[in-house]
């Protein structure tokens, strides 16, 4: 059997939180979220004791970044091709 749903106010709310919302929107913003996209990522909760701000983070992926930038173009300078050396 489902719960009623009751119609009376709830007074819990803080006063500083009472807003009208009659005029709101719904969906205001959604078709730029799905056009855009969003930026939100959720790190698991073992990584979060590890990075306690999003600064923390930031900095750590740019680490990560540049350590790929850098393993990139030492194997983008190597061929394979052996140069065979003259015995002087």
Do not use: C, W
């Not at 009472?18 to 078709?31: I, L, N, Q, V």
């Not at 799905?34 to 306690?52: I, R, T």
């Not at 540049?66 to 140069?83: D, I, N, P």
Request: glycine share 4%; aromatic share 6%; no cysteine.
């Amino acid at each position: 059997m489902k719960p009623k749903i009751q119609n009376e106010p709830n007074d819990d709310l803080r006063p500083e939180y009472d807003f009208d919302f009659s005029k709101a929107e719904r969906g205001r913003y959604a078709h730029r979220l799905k056009a855009e996209g969003s930026n939100l990522v959720l790190v698991e909760p073992d990584l979060a004791k590890s990075f306690p701000d999003s600064a923390s983070v930031n900095a750590a992926l740019r680490s990560v970044v540049e350590f790929a930038k850098l393993s990139a173009g030492l194997t983008k300078r190597s061929s394979g091709h052996v140069v065979k050396r003259r015995a002087v």
